[in-house]
């Protein structure tokens, strides 16, 4: 069992950053794959960024290439620097967490991932 925490939401202009983070508590964090995904009012779930457990793999949607930096450390974090926020960034942001034996594979799909923090709100006002 993997609890998930997100931190780091709030409220910030167009053109502004914030970094999100996620600590994971549990079972051993390093055999995990990770991702951050965000959901609108009225809008499914939506893939942002995933990173492997080796954390030599990345992956990013095409909506935040190059503005977003996914990556995480020895300490069972996980983050998301987020930077040229745009008000359609605005949403409530998720971290998940899949167990795999592939050290290099990174996961896109929702039902993909057996864990999910509770999420932070982010709002980016124009």
């Not at 991702?35 to 992956?59: D, L, M, N």
Request: aromatic share 14%; with cysteine.
């Amino acid at each position: 069992q993997v609890q998930l925490v997100e931190s780091g939401g709030g409220l910030v202009q167009t053109g502004g950053s914030l970094r999100l983070s996620c600590a994971a508590s549990g079972r051993t964090f390093s055999s995990y794959s990770m991702g951050w995904f965000r959901q609108a009012p009225g809008k499914e779930r939506e893939f942002v960024a995933a990173i492997s457990w080796s954390g030599g793999s990345t992956y990013y949607a095409d909506s935040v290439k190059g503005r977003f930096t996914i990556s995480r450390d020895n300490a069972n974090t996980v983050y998301l620097q987020m930077n040229s926020l745009k008000p359609e960034d605005t949403a409530v942001y998720y971290c998940a967490a899949q167990p795999t034996t592939l050290r290099s594979y990174v996961y896109t799909r929702p039902y993909e991932y057996r864990y999910w923090g509770q999420g932070t709100q982010v709002t980016v006002s124009s």
